[in-house]
């Protein structure tokens, strides 16, 4: 049986570093990143919107997003971008699967916001009052204990099956909000209390499923702590009235700092 090419190219990695340090075998590390066949799937934190930078196409794929910035720093020999943005757990599943196959080697994906009603939510606390938000924020997080595990289940099963030998890496999503910042309007402190106490929601019951199916899942609230929105150095745009789409989405910072380290880390 064929040794997983993304184990190879981790454990070449480790011996170029080595090497290095003699001076030797830096051609090494190199020459086993151009084995991994890597696949980027799943939704908007994904394909990078709110990072600017995109390929024209209305999924907004971004060369500032962790993929094309993983994928430009260690020069796979393929790099199949499929994150489109509003993606929801049967967009992956009806249309970016087919870029898998049995050489897969390694894939990320982060889906399911958009199934809980991500950007309804949001709309909802904005232009709505408090009691409104905190009922849709309830909401989503009982459609989260209820209906999200089963399609993300749907999702993790059909990657498995496609790519039987790839590392498969699951990423959260970070909290929107710090409390006690330095935002002087707009939401309330139990509207931003709730949301953030949401996306914890989310990403626990995605850790779990993820894990569930041997998978990686990685935690990009603690690379994105200090760079919430209201903290001063936010990674996350706030309301964006004149790109509406890059509101509560991550920055190209929050990109290369926030989600491209997780990544790394995972592999």
């Not at 290095?20 to 990143?33: I, P």
């Not at 489109?84 to 967009?91: K, L, N």
């Not at 402190?189 to 989310?202: C, P, T, W």
């Amino acid at each position: 049986m064929k040794m997983s090419r993304l184990v190879a190219f981790s454990s070449s990695l480790l011996l170029g570093a080595a090497l290095a340090l003699t001076g030797a075998g830096v051609a090494n590390a190199d020459s086993s990143a151009a084995a991994v066949d890597y696949v980027a799937l799943g939704d908007s934190y994904s394909s990078g919107v709110g990072a600017g930078s995109y390929d024209g196409s209305s999924c907004k794929r971004s060369s500032r997003a962790y993929p094309a910035l993983w994928a430009a720093a260690n020069s796979p020999s393929s790099f199949d971008f499929a994150a489109c943005s509003g993606a929801r757990t049967g967009d992956v599943t009806g249309s970016q699967l087919g870029r898998l196959n049995a050489s897969t080697d390694l894939v990320s994906i982060s889906i399911g916001g958009n199934d809980a009603g991500f950007a309804d939510v949001m709309t909802t606390c904005v232009l709505q009052s408090e009691a409104t938000c905190l009922n849709r924020v309830a909401t989503a997080r009982a459609y989260v204990d209820s209906t999200l595990p089963g399609r993300l289940d749907s999702v993790y099963s059909a990657i498995r099956s496609k790519a039987p030998s790839a590392q498969v890496v699951v990423l959260g999503y970070p909290r929107f909000y710090q409390l006690g910042g330095g935002c002087l309007a707009g939401l309330s402190e139990k509207e931003r209390s709730a949301i953030n106490g949401a996306s914890d929601h989310l990403n626990t019951a995605t850790a779990k499923r993820a894990a569930d199916h041997g998978f990686t899942f990685g935690d990009v609230r603690t690379t994105f702590t200090g760079h919430e929105i209201c903290s001063g150095n936010a990674w996350l745009h706030s309301v964006n009235w004149l790109n509406i789409g890059e509101s509560y989405h991550p920055t190209a910072a929050g990109q290369s700092g926030g989600y491209l380290p997780v990544l790394n880390n995972a592999l």
